[in-house]
């Protein structure tokens, strides 16, 4: 079982920055795929970023603007997010999964990001 409880969302004006963070607990292996997720009203969960041994992806959208990195001796993942978008506006979900197929994943609760003036 493990468990992701995510951080850092927000309010914020268009060009401006957040990170969001995904601390997650139980039990974890070393080597597993992380991402963070979102969805916005009216549209289907997307994938944002993820990260694992073999690297890192973005969504052609957040692409250059958004980075995921992780902290293993704190067991924390990052979403850095910078030059925000009001497209950007959603819930962002973190995940966890451990790579192997028939595995489940694990979502935390999600936090909103808003982007507007």
């Known amino acids: 079982q493990v468990q992701l409880v995510e951080s850092g969302g927000g309010l914020v004006q268009p060009g401006g920055s957040l990170r969001l963070s995904c601390v997650a607990s139980g039990s974890i292996s070393r080597i597993n795929t992380m991402g963070w997720y979102r969805q916005a009203p009216g549209k289907e969960r997307e994938l944002v970023a993820r990260i694992n041994i073999g690297g890192t992806n973005y969504a052609d959208s957040v692409k250059g603007r958004f980075t995921i990195s992780r902290d293993n001796a704190k067991n924390t993942v990052y979403l850095q997010m910078n030059s925000l978008k009001p497209e950007d506006t959603a819930v962002y979900y973190c995940?966890?999964?451990?790579?192997?197929?028939?595995?489940?994943?694990?979502w935390g609760q999600g936090t909103q990001v808003t982007v507007s003036s």
């Open positions: 995940n966890y999964n451990s790579g192997f197929a028939g595995t489940a994943d694990f």
